[in-house]
């Protein structure tokens, strides 16, 4: 059920599915997640990293105050692709289920510099709404270790996408809105050959 409900909402640019890039290729995965989400980014990068050896992860606090951001933009500008695992969503606790300005613009400046961010929403499906630039879109529905093992697996073509958007993004997806992939060949392993 979560592989089926991944939905491609985005991807301006024909980055996916991202094994078609070299395993060799220097990866970075951002996690953006509450401090205490312990769970968040951790399937979806070991998934990720089954395929790209050398990728690098790092772990930014929806809940820091200031975030290294310079720090990032700099391990950024040494990667050839760039993935953004946003696990923000509706709970008890949240005033809001947006993302601060600072993080906003801090993908901003990744697209000023010349990457190509792909961003899996892991929570709030309307995060686009406050980057529309980016080229590259996924929802995964909700951060559990299924849905991002789901992700991870649609991100690197593992497996088959063809979801929809249960609802709008106004004004930038309407319902019903949604690519399909198909699945790469499989190697014994799991992963595309």
């Known amino acids: 059920i979560a592989e089926r409900s991944i939905t491609v909402v985005k991807d301006s640019m024909n980055q996916l599915?991202?094994?078609?890039?070299?395993?060799?290729?220097?990866v970075l995965s951002i996690t953006y997640a509450q401090r205490n989400d312990l769970g968040a980014g951790v399937v979806f990068d070991?998934?990720?990293?089954?395929?790209?050896?050398?990728?690098?992860s790092e772990f930014v606090g929806a809940d820091d105050p200031a975030p290294n951001y310079w720090r990032l933009l700099q391990a950024a500008d040494?990667?050839?692709v760039i993935?953004?695992?946003?696990?923000?969503a509706q709970n008890w606790r949240?005033?809001?289920?947006s993302v601060p300005a600072q993080f906003v613009a801090f993908v901003q400046e990744l697209i000023r510099r010349g990457h190509h961010p792909?961003?899996?929403?892991?929570?709030?499906?309307?995060l686009l709404q406050q980057m529309p630039e980016v080229p590259a879109y996924i929802v995964s529905w909700g951060g559990f270790g299924v849905s991002q093992f789901a992700a991870a697996r649609a991100v690197l073509g593992s497996a088959r996408?063809?979801?929809?958007?249960?609802?709008?993004?106004?004004?930038?997806?309407?319902?019903?809105?949604?690519l399909d992939y198909s699945a790469l060949p499989l190697g014994a392993n799991g992963?595309?050959?």
Do not use: C, M, T
């Open 94 to 97: 949240a005033v809001s289920i």
């Open 83 to 88: 993935v953004i695992g946003a696990y923000v």
């Open 118 to 126: 792909v961003i899996v929403a892991l929570g709030n499906p309307y």
């Open 78 to 80: 040494s990667a050839q």
């Open 161 to 178: 996408v063809s979801g929809r958007l249960p609802i709008e993004i106004p004004p930038l997806a309407p319902i019903g809105a949604g």
């Open 46 to 56: 070991s998934e990720l990293r089954r395929w790209f050896d050398g990728l690098h």
């Open 191 to 193: 992963l595309p050959k």
């Open 17 to 26: 599915p991202l094994a078609r890039v070299s395993r060799g290729a220097r």
